[in-house]
């Protein structure tokens, strides 16, 4: 199995600052296709997870801009732009390049 | 908008089943590949197993926790989805969530197993 590994685990960010996640795979991410199936979650205080980012770098519908994904092979960062409130949580980076999918430890981001 | 409706979750003892159905709307189900996932009480994710389209043979995938446990099934007349859950373990209590294949997720249901 991939062994997704997610740095910092928590981190308290002020308002309108930047804040950013890395998530490293044990294994490339890069399938024979050519597209690197990474995604990243957000999951809100007593919410389901909800997608922000898949295949590395794409926005999911209705995610603000202040939100983006890079990254390739093994090495991948979520970057938040001007945090906001909302933006509690903790998050998750996923792959599913390879059966099974698996998940990262997760990130909690709270506000200063 | 799309929405997916988990239901069937409860307390079943150590041994025991539990089928779980998620009620699928606002998307083109049947050609959509669906996913169950679920979340221990205070822990992290963890995909639980997956049904392709029957356009793509409607094979499904599971992880090596539940392989031989979990089937899941659907029924595209229906627009549900389905994880039928034998020889429940402890450790098998989560918050389980259906998703359209990795996209979106329902809000869960509880299934607790304990004597």
């Known amino acids: 199995d991939i062994v997704m590994t997610q740095t910092p685990l928590s981190l308290s960010v002020t308002p309108g600052q930047s804040a950013s996640i890395s998530c490293k795979s044990s294994?490339?991410?890069?399938?024979?296709?050519?597209?690197?199936?990474l995604y990243w979650y957000l999951q809100k205080p007593g919410q389901p997870p909800q997608l922000l980012i898949y295949?590395?770098?794409n926005r999911f519908s209705g995610v603000p801009d202040r939100f983006s994904g890079s990254g390739s092979g093994t090495d991948f960062t979520l970057k938040i732009s001007r945090v906001e409130a909302e933006d509690v949580g903790i998050y998750y980076c996923?792959?599913?390049?390879?059966?099974?999918?698996?998940f990262g430890q997760g990130t909690k981001l709270e506000i200063k | 908008e799309v929405l997916l409706v988990e239901s069937g979750g409860g307390l079943v003892k150590p041994g025991g089943s539990l089928r779980l159905s998620c009620s699928a709307s606002?998307?083109?189900?049947?050609?959509?590949?669906m996913s169950w996932f679920r979340q221990a009480p205070g822990k992290g994710l963890e995909w639980v197993g997956r049904?392709?389209?029957?356009?793509?043979?409607?094979?499904?995938d599971f992880p090596a926790p539940v392989k031989g446990r979990f089937t899941i099934s659907r029924d595209d007349s229906k627009n549900t989805l389905y994880l039928q859950m034998n020889s429940l373990k402890t450790e098998d209590t989560a918050v389980y969530y259906c998703?359209?294949?990795?996209?979106?997720w329902g809000q869960g249901t509880l299934v607790t197993v304990s004597s």
């Open positions: 998703a359209t294949d990795v996209y979106v």
């Open positions: 606002g998307f083109t189900f049947s050609i959509t590949w």
């Open positions: 049904i392709k389209s029957k356009s793509a043979g409607g094979t499904t």
């Open positions: 294994q490339s991410l890069l399938h024979p296709n050519g597209k690197t199936y």
């Open positions: 295949e590395v770098s």
């Open positions: 996923m792959e599913i390049t390879q059966l099974p999918y698996t």
